[in-house]
């Protein structure tokens, strides 16, 4: 999937920043996910463990943008 129009809703920012998940890891979970399920309104929820950490990514696609709708981490210290 072409990462190159990447964006982050107003949530999804503080949500990373929040629980310290960085962009380099959401890509990864996006392009290699663990467990990929289809949600609400169109959109998906990508799964990833990273190290003790579980990562979920709800995200959109919109014309030629994905759009991070949010973020959420499970196990782990942030």
């Known amino acids: 999937m ?3 129009n990447l964006k982050l809703s107003r949530h999804a920012r ?3 920043k ?3 998940i960085t962009e380099k890891q959401i890509k990864d979970t996006i392009n290699n996910p663990d467990r990929l399920e ?3 309104k169109e959109r998906k929820n990508a799964f990833r463990a990273i190290g ?3 990562l979920k990514i709800t995200y959109k696609i919109e014309n030629s943008d994905i759009i ?3 973020a ?3 196990g782990g210290k942030s």
Request: charged share 35%.
């Open 68 to 70: 991070i709708v949010t």
């Open 38 to 40: 289809d949600s609400i």
């Open 72 to 74: 959420m981490v499970k």
């Open 52 to 54: 003790n950490r579980l």
């Open 18 to 20: 929040w629980r310290k």
């Open 2 to 4: 072409n990462l190159k």
């Open 14 to 16: 503080r949500q990373i």
